[in-house]
């Protein structure tokens, strides 16, 4: 069965910081597909990143990166200098590769405040 | 721009009644998708089509049902609301192989 774990209900820190939301996937499947999407007060959620289980390079878009390392089956992502506007809920998603549809399993999700 | 446009953001409805969440995206997207999200629990998987009149059960199918008549709209449906339907909906979208574009929400209370 697949599982997403986002052990870290809530996070506070303080504009400028560094901050980063851990994730931790199971599953069975040797190819898959790991996704952060993010959701404003908005209500929208917000697609980030997706990366192949083949593909085990770090990736950095801006302030934001994301460390995916197949042997502790995780995928973090990491904000540098935290912004106001960060502040959301960040989900992390799995799905199987290959299939014709996408059914994609999220985490919990992780609630950021970035205070001012 | 992908959209997905959900037909009401706010809903109250009482129990036993019969509930319509409407869903339409205008890219042209074989795969939809409604979701619930509840505080602690994520966003669940309820039902999922990847073609016209095609629907698959997610995994909690119980109490729902989804229509699908046209590509563009994907209907879910409460046949008899119950208090522990009070959730966020989410409906989202995707051509095959793409992420998932979402919609804003209905925020659905049972009362």
């Known amino acids: 069965a697949q599982k997403v774990t986002q052990a870290q209900t809530e996070i506070s820190v303080v504009e400028k910081e560094d901050v980063t939301l851990d994730c931790v996937y199971e599953?069975?499947?040797?190819?898959?597909?790991l996704f952060w999407y993010k959701q404003p007060p908005s209500g929208e959620l917000v697609f980030l990143i997706r990366?192949?289980?083949?593909?085990?390079q770090n990736e950095i878009s801006g302030r934001y990166s994301w460390n995916f390392q197949k042997s502790t089956s995780s995928f973090n992502f990491t904000i540098t200098a935290s912004q106001v506007v960060d502040s959301a809920v960040y989900f992390c998603?799995?799905?199987?590769?290959?299939?014709?549809?996408?059914?994609?399993?999220f985490g919990p999700g992780t609630s950021l405040s970035v205070i001012p | 721009d992908v959209k997905v446009t959900q037909s009401s953001r706010y809903l109250v409805k009482r129990t036993g009644e019969k509930v319509f969440l409407e869903c339409v995206q205008d890219?042209?997207?074989?795969?939809m998708f409604w979701y619930r999200q509840d505080p602690g629990l994520g966003l669940r998987l309820i039902y999922f089509s990847y073609d016209v009149k095609m629907k698959e059960k997610g995994d909690i199918p119980e109490g729902y049902s989804v229509s699908r008549e046209k590509k563009e709209r994907f209907s879910l449906i409460l046949e008899s609301a119950s208090t522990n339907q009070t959730s966020m909906y989410l409906c989202a979208s995707s051509r095959s192989d793409s992420p998932l574009h979402f919609g804003n929400g209905t925020r659905l209370t049972v009362t």
């Open positions: 998603a799995l799905s199987e590769w290959g299939t014709s549809y996408d059914k994609v399993i």
């Open positions: 599953t069975r499947d040797t190819t898959y597909y």
């Open positions: 990366r192949n289980s083949f593909d085990e």
């Open positions: 890219m042209d997207h074989e795969n």
